[in-house]
């Protein structure tokens, strides 16, 4: 049996969290310049799951291929930046939900049950 | 935390941005009868010119999660003719009364503003996103 921290799933929620604040902060970037001649959308991709159990976590930004653009050569999606923001922030309360009771197990068991 | 701080200041350029562009279609709807400007001549519609802040380029914004953020860095006249209208009785009619008037087309700056105004609430909308997550990764202290 694993120890109450449990330090994998503590890791994992940790990077899932991560990874939401990054997909929400380029989209947040994306919204922003929803105007902006020639601007393109851009997204935060992250590396596979080896990589991951290697320890990085490092996500990288590139623009999203497929998009049309309109006809001052931006292709910023109204709906699609509030869905990625949204999902996002959602993806963030989940994995801060379960970190919030992982915390409260240890608690728990620091002060002997009560 | 600074990536969210990012995304909030992003977030908060673009609604002065958007601000901006609603301030310059307003100015552009109340002149539109204006046949002399500040130069004599009829008032010439303007436009905001929006660009990414920092302006850095893609190559270099690679790989990095931090928001990139609006900036309006100028405010241009648009150079197309002006519109005649024949009004002989006009103080400022030419020889055959014709009178030049602003290069506004009001239908097209209300949809300006209305493009504005909803842009400006996406980023409102992000902005209350953003300060949810910050708020949940603060409970965890709790």
């Known amino acids: 049996m694993n120890d109450i921290t449990d330090n994998a799933i503590m890791t994992a929620l940790g990077r899932q969290m991560t990874k939401a604040v990054a997909r929400e902060a380029v989209s947040a970037g994306n919204l922003a310049n929803i105007d902006t001649p020639g601007y393109h959308a851009r997204e935060a991709t992250f590396n596979d799951a080896l990589d991951e159990e290697l320890g990085q976590t490092a996500a990288t930004v590139t623009e999203v291929a497929g998009l049309p653009a309109r006809r001052d050569g931006n292709n910023v999606q109204l709906d699609r930046e509030l869905l990625t923001l949204s999902r996002a922030s959602s993806d963030f309360s989940a994995a801060q939900t379960a970190l919030a009771a992982k915390f409260r197990l240890v608690r728990y068991a620091i002060n002997e049950g009560r | ?142």
């Open chain 2, 1 to 142: 935390m600074s990536t969210l701080f990012s995304a909030l200041n992003a977030s908060a350029s673009a609604l002065e941005a958007q601000r901006a562009r609603m301030e310059v279609a307003t100015s552009n709807i109340a002149n539109s009868d204006s046949t002399r400007g500040a130069n004599g001549q009829p008032y010439r519609r303007r436009d905001v010119v929006l660009s990414t802040q920092p302006a850095d380029s893609f190559a270099a914004a690679l790989g990095k999660t931090d928001a990139v953020g609006v900036k309006v860095t100028g405010i241009v006249e648009d150079q197309t003719p002006f519109r005649t209208r024949y009004e002989p009785s006009h103080p400022d009619a030419d020889g055959q009364g014709f009178v030049a008037m602003p290069n506004v087309d009001v239908p097209e700056e209300m949809v300006n503003m209305l493009g504005a105004a909803r842009a400006y609430q996406a980023n409102l909308n992000a902005i209350g996103l953003i300060r949810d997550t910050m708020q949940r990764a603060l409970d965890l202290g709790k």
